[in-house]
């Protein structure tokens, strides 16, 4: 089976201060993986994705994550926090053997100006 | 591109009643997803098309929601009748890509529909 969990349900920085939202999965199989991001009133919008390339991603908006096998992680950073990065992210989890995607239950980002 | 267009943006109905709602995904993705997130929960799966076949249909709830997809353009999901607890926001999304790449493929969505049952 497949899951995601994301460590926090909130995450708050000051602007300019890093950025670290965690995100763990369980998957009987090599997944693909994925960060999304929803601002208000906003569809989820996709950062970053990996599918068994790269173990580092970088997505848009100057957002990466790292694939970490033997810790079944993949967190999201980004160095320096801007105002418009407040939203909510959520880490999704999708194997080959199924057509499913498995959302976390999402981090809410506050910047604090 | 035009992207994921979802309506209504939000429907606010009594129980008992009937809501549709409608999603029209980008042209030419054959996959077309229902996504629902109740109140302060993950969002989960509900089913997947591909054009105008259901090819899972294992997150419906219960025979109260019915989606269809004629022609394999837009789809709708019509909840009858509507209940307390099927409050919160659907969301459609739609990629491309077939068979066993579909794993990997980018889902684009719309902006969600939020429903309200009182």
């Known amino acids: 089976a497949q899951s995601v969990t994301q460590l926090d349900s909130h995450v708050s920085v000051s602007e300019g201060t890093p950025v670290l939202l965690r995100c763990n999965y369980s998957?009987?199989?090599?997944?693909?993986l994925f960060w999304y991001v929803q601002h208000p009133n906003k569809g989820l919008q996709l950062l970053l994705k990996?599918?068994?390339?790269?173990?580092l991603v970088k997505g848009i908006n100057g957002f990466e994550a790292e694939f970490k096998k033997s810790e079944t992680s993949f967190h999201l950073t980004k160095p320096s926090a801007h105002m418009s990065d407040a939203a909510e992210y959520f880490c999704?989890?999708?194997?080959?053997?199924?057509?499913?995607?498995?959302f976390g239950t999402g981090t809410s980002l506050t910047v604090i100006p | 591109e035009a992207g994921v267009t979802q309506f209504p943006s939000h429907s606010v109905i009594e129980k008992g009643q009937t809501v549709t709602l409608r999603c029209d995904p980008i042209?030419?993705?054959?996959?077309l997803y229902w996504y629902r997130r109740v109140m302060g929960k993950e969002i989960k799966f509900l089913l997947h098309?591909?054009?105008?076949?259901?090819?899972?249909e294992s997150g419906m709830p219960n025979n109260r929601f019915l989606a269809e997809r004629t022609g394999g353009t837009y789809s709708t999901l019509k909840v009858q009748p509507a209940e307390l607890e099927d409050s919160g926001v659907y969301f459609c999304?739609?990629?491309?890509?077939?068979?066993?790449?579909?794993?990997?493929?980018?889902?684009?969505f719309g902006a969600g529909s939020r429903l309200t049952v009182l």
């Open positions: 999704v989890v999708s194997v080959k053997t199924g057509n499913q995607f498995y």
């Open positions: 990996y599918t068994s390339a790269a173990t």
């Open positions: 998957s009987s199989y090599s997944p693909s």
């Open positions: 999304a739609s990629s491309q890509g077939r068979g066993d790449l579909l794993w990997a493929n980018v889902l684009t």
């Open positions: 042209s030419g993705h054959d996959n």
């Open positions: 098309f591909v054009k105008e076949s259901k090819q899972d």
